[in-house]
């Protein structure tokens, strides 16, 4: 079989580092096992436009395998051209950038590794929080540009203690972030979900609900986004709904950057309607050299904690996801079921809630 494989350069970066296993350098560790076994193995970064690889290549591709970090976007034009293509495996969590309804239609099949990186990403949304609560950035700043002006960074930093903290979408990720909330000391936790977490995980954190989303984020001093992107979280984020949030509130987003209007978000940032933003995902990546994003800051030139995406790629998720990407190419190629919490789309079939009703 043809197996394509769209990852992000590593460079030099890559080749010191056997562990960026997510490069197109390292391939995700899969070369020797795919060959031993027969198949062709095809890796690159090349992704936009019709002279692409992936458009290139995708035309007799059997086994498609993309990562979040660096999308390659299977539209629903390309999968038409796709004749041979049978699986698509996300290299991690969130497969937003596969179009899941044309997967169904054409009966491919969309697989990714659940849970490989929660952890990792829930640890960047308590490390967002804590950085824009405690204005981090712009001290951080002082120090290395040789200033040091306590009042400045001073008069926009918090404490964590005391405030409510609420997430939109509470699955893996969401509730790790309510867990890691509980020693704060905060003054309520709250959730946002389609469903209600099971009852013991939510006296286990002493969350509470909230069914209406402009109620929800009229309570939160901070919001942190943990749903996936589908029809009904695309734009959520819009200056309609930012009218609702508290005035000076912080919002954090390592979930999907289309989840947020960009120009929306970046212009209460500026005018000091959100206290600041942070987030490591983009609506396109990589992103554009002029993203509003990239320098937006508060009328007290803080309020930004923007990175590039790479919250679920520490070098630990890296082994997680390889190891589970090669856990389902295997289970593929022997006729073994897969694991149900990794299957996003089965064959002609929705097999996740997460991303949404259809
Ligand atoms: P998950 O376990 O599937 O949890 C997602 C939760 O969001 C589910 O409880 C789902 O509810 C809920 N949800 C869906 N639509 C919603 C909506 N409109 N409003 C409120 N809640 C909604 O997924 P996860 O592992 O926590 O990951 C969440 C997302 O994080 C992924 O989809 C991905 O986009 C992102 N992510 C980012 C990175 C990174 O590196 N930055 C890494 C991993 C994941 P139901 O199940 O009831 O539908």
Redesign the pocket.
């Known amino acids: 079989m043809k197996v394509l494989a769209i990852l992000y350069n590593g460079f030099k970066a890559a080749k010191a580092e056997p562990r960026l296993l997510g490069t197109v350098e390292n391939e995700l560790g899969l070369r020797a096992y795919l060959e031993s076994q027969g198949h062709e193995y095809i890796v690159t970064s090349s992704k936009e436009g019709p002279d692409s690889d992936f458009q290139k290549h995708i035309a007799d591709t059997d086994i498609l395998i993309t990562t979040?970090?660096h999308p390659g976007y299977l539209t629903k034009e390309l999968m038409a051209k796709a004749k041979n293509l049978k699986v698509c495996v996300t290299a991690?969590?969130?497969?937003?950038h596969v179009d899941l309804n044309a997967a169904v239609e054409r009966k491919i099949q969309v697989l990714e590794v659940?849970?490989?990186?929660?952890v990792?990403?829930a640890e960047?949304v308590m490390m967002s929080i804590l950085l824009l609560v405690r204005n981090f950035v712009p001290a951080h700043e002082q120090a290395v540009s040789g200033n040091w002006q306590v009042s400045d960074i001073a008069r926009n930093a918090f404490d964590l203690e005391g405030k409510v903290v609420g997430t939109?979408?509470?699955?893996?990720?969401?509730?790790?972030v309510l867990q890691r909330l509980v020693p704060f000391n905060t003054k309520e936790l709250l959730y946002?979900?389609?469903?209600g977490l099971p009852k013991e995980a939510e006296q286990a954190v002493g969350a509470r609900r909230v069914e209406d989303?402009k109620e929800f984020v009229s309570q939160c001093d901070v919001v942190t986004v943990?749903?996936?992107?589908?029809e009904?979280?695309k734009g959520?984020i819009n200056k309609d709904l930012l009218q609702h949030f508290k005035p000076g509130a912080w919002l954090v987003n390592?979930?999907?950057g289309a989840i947020c209007n960009a120009d929306d978000v970046a212009a209460a940032v500026k005018s000091g309607q959100l206290r600041g933003y942070a987030?490591?995902?983009w609506n396109q990546q990589p992103a554009p050299a002029d993203h509003p994003w990239r320098s937006m800051r508060n009328p007290l030139g803080g309020g930004n904690g923007m990175t590039p995406?790479?919250?679920?790629?520490t070098l630990d998720?890296q082994t997680r996801y390889a190891e589970g990407t090669k856990q389902i190419l295997q289970n593929y190629f022997e006729g073994k079921p897969q694991d149900p919490g990794n299957v996003i789309v089965g064959v002609g079939k929705i097999e996740?809630?997460?991303?949404?009703q259809r």
């Open positions: 979040p970090f991690g969590v969130g497969s937003d659940s849970g490989s990186n929660v990792s990403v960047q939109l979408g509470a699955g893996r990720i969401g509730h790790r946002f979900d389609y469903k989303l943990n749903a996936p992107l589908h009904g979280t959520l390592t979930a999907r987030g490591d995902v995406h790479y919250s679920g790629t998720a996740s809630a997460s991303y949404g």
